[in-house]
């Protein structure tokens, strides 16, 4: 299998189940949603905002374009954008700073993307059924869900059923030498309107650290900051900034966007349920 064909069919199975959404599940309207006198959703009404008065991150959320290959580009339509208004590269899926940005890898991590493209990207977690980490999950073209609470946020991934905690009670990090994280150890705190996520304690082994499809590695050391921002409704801005000594030679910063999704669920993916591909993949 090629790493094409291998990209080309995780895409097709997510954009068929997609496709089927809404004869698996009954269509119910989502509670407290701004709507215009058609009753659609209003995407440019102001974020909401919680009782103490910070803003609400909370809905499901879907990848939003840009930063693409130019897909379904019409003949002479100009290419979808790279980076945002101050030059901040687009993340995407198979790349973790988009196409163009050339990321400032160490030699032994520029080595090890190599191999692991060569070996048509077999040994990415998505492929095992395992945490894809959180870029890929970030990047994912299947929904995440936000619960937001008071001390805690929680962020539901329907790809590979995964689960974040992000803690805003002020705790520190841990510092007894904890077992790592796939997801990383998240505290969170606001920053005005800005939310601000610091994750570290990753689990770096090879088979976890992966930033994207194509294999921009991660380890240990890796410091993830995140800034979300809810502009308005319809809108998330996520800015992440990757710093990791012994994989990059310095810190960069790249921004996700998705958009809010409404009158809809996620749905129950269970990655190995019935899983036959990697009986094809060579050991």
């Known amino acids: 299998m090629t790493r094409r064909l291998w990209i080309g069919g995780v895409f097709a199975i997510v954009m068929a189940v997609t496709s089927t959404l809404g004869a698996q599940w009954p269509s119910y309207p989502t509670p407290g949603i701004p709507r215009l006198a058609d009753g659609k959703p209003n995407l440019e009404a102001p974020a909401p905002r919680t009782a103490d008065g910070k803003v609400d991150f909370s809905g499901i959320w879907m990848r939003a374009g840009g930063g693409g290959g130019g897909r379904g580009r019409g003949n002479g339509a100009p290419p979808p954008p790279t980076t945002t208004a101050d030059g901040t590269p687009l993340s995407t899926f198979g790349e973790v700073a988009g196409r163009g940005y050339p990321l400032p890898m160490t030699p032994w991590a520029a080595d090890l993307k190599k191999k692991r493209m060569a070996d048509n990207s077999k040994d990415n977690p998505d492929v095992w059924c395992l945490p894809i980490g959180l870029m890929q999950y970030h990047n994912h073209p ?37 077992t790592p994280w796939w997801f990383g150890y998240s505290r969170g705190w ?5 939310l601000v996520v610091e994750t ?20 240990d050391a890796l410091k993830m900051t995140e800034r979300f921002r809810r502009p308005n409704f319809g809108t998330l801005e996520i800015d992440v900034t990757i710093e990791d000594a012994k994989a990059y030679t310095k810190p960069f910063t790249v921004r996700v966007n998705q958009r809010i999704m409404v009158d809809q669920e996620m749905i129950e993916f269970i990655c190995n349920e019935n899983e036959k591909s990697t009986d094809h993949i060579a050991k």
Do not use: C
Not at 160 to 170: F, Q, S, T
Not at 200 to 212: I, N
């Open 142 to 178: 299947q929904p995440r869900q936000i619960v937001q609470t008071k001390n805690l946020i929680l962020i539901t991934y329907e790809s590979n059923y995964g689960l974040r905690y992000i803690y805003m009670d002020g705790r520190p990090a841990p510092n007894n030498d904890p």
């Open 190 to 194: 606001y920053e005005g309107d800005t």
């Open 200 to 219: 570290t304690h990753f689990l770096g082994e090879e088979r976890a650290g992966w930033l994207d499809v194509n294999g921009s590695p991660y380890t």
